[in-house]
């Protein structure tokens, strides 16, 4: 092949991926307990205003309980063993997770850097 049938190729490979990822589905699915503190925490610090933030918008809430089985369009790596357990689904499968919630200060970093590493 030439540099130029190279050059479209890898250009088309990187145009085709973009539009994948363009249609791709993100969501934040939040794995909760009703008795659990943190997760009263993060709904005082950040659940109300959640789906208003950028982060929202890209990654709109889910919630499930732990005990709860897994919704059948959820593909997880594995079960959520702690709560709250933050995990990042693209078009239902897991792609990269937070475990549990030590401040605002911790988790939105920790999000960009999931939903930056997920583009």
Known sequence: MSTF????FVIFAL????????GSTMK?????????????????EIGGAYGKTEEGQKAPLMRMDIDDPIPKNVTLKGKARFTPT???LIDGAEVQRIEGYPGEG???PALNQMLQSAQ
């Open 28 to 44: 934040l699915l939040l794995v909760e307990d009703e008795i659990c503190p943190w997760c009263e925490r993060w709904e005082e």
């Open 5 to 8: 049938g190279w050059i479209s």
């Open 15 to 22: 145009l085709f991926s973009s539009a994948q990822a363009a």
């Open 86 to 88: 933050f995990i990042l």
């Open 106 to 108: 911790f988790f939105y």
